[in-house]
């Protein structure tokens, strides 16, 4: 089973500035199998990212995903107030599809 | 369009079975590659994936959850139905499903709302 843990807990930055999101498996993951969600109060998670940098429909380019093996990272440049949310990775290439615990990005 | 829907008892007792249906429509279970997950998130707390059915039948369940989960489907009907047995309070949570495609290489491309599901005698 692989386990995700994402860091920070919680990334306090401000409006205009640059996120840089951790995601680290404890084997590897293929690279076609990372994805990326964005959840704000209230609501279903969002898809953000799949195939580790493959932005879904109707994401912003601001948001960029990478990484390969065992290290992945999403990064948001210049945030915009609606950026911040909780963001979660998960991988999809092994059963069960775990998640990662979740950053929490905060102004 | 593709939407999905979540229904189920808001309450149930301990050691009680919960059972939830997902509802979707604009694909088919049917379709070679798609698929649907079960996803719950206990109040204030981070996502855990249940379980996964494909268009093959075939499924994928928790861990730790294996011995208490059933996922089925009724492709007739465009549902999919989680069995949870035994439950309890821990068990409480906002239970998701969302959609998969193998084609596409996408996992979670769509979401139902959630319904939360209390466990409490």
């Known amino acids: 089973e692989i386990v995700l843990t994402q860091s920070p807990g919680t990334l306090s930055l401000s409006p205009g500035e640059r996120a840089s999101l951790s995601c680290r498996a404890s084997r590897s993951v293929s690279s076609s199998f990372l994805a990326w969600f964005q959840q704000k109060p209230g609501q279903a998670p969002r898809l953000l990212i799949s195939?580790?940098?493959n932005r879904a429909a109707g994401i912003p380019d601001r948001f960029s995903g990478g990484g390969s093996g065992t290290d992945f990272t999403l990064t948001i440049r210049k945030l915009e107030p609606e950026d911040f949310a909780v963001y979660y990775c998960?991988?999809?290439?092994?059963?069960?599809?775990?998640f990662g615990q979740g950053t929490k990005l905060e102004i | 369009q593709v939407t999905l829907r979540e229904s189920g008892p808001a309450l149930v007792k301990p050691t009680q079975t919960l059972t939830l249906t997902c509802t979707f429509s604009?694909?088919?279970?049917?379709?070679?590659?798609?698929?649907v997950s079960w996803i719950r998130q206990p109040p204030g707390k981070a996502l855990e994936w249940l379980a996964l059915i494909d268009w093959d039948d075939d499924k994928y369940y928790s861990t730790s959850l294996k011995t208490r989960l059933i996922i089925s489907k009724d492709t007739s009907k465009n549902q999919v139905v989680l069995t949870l047995t035994n439950m309890a309070p821990v068990d409480t949570a906002t239970y998701y499903c969302?959609?998969?495609?193998?084609?596409?290489?996408?996992?979670?491309?769509?979401w139902g709302p959630g319904t939360l599901v209390t466990v409490s005698s």
């Open positions: 998960q991988q999809y290439g092994s059963s069960p599809y775990s």
């Open positions: 604009g694909f088919s279970l049917s379709t070679s590659g798609m698929c």
């Open positions: 195939s580790t940098s």
């Open positions: 969302a959609r998969g495609d193998y084609n596409s290489n996408l996992m979670g491309d769509y």
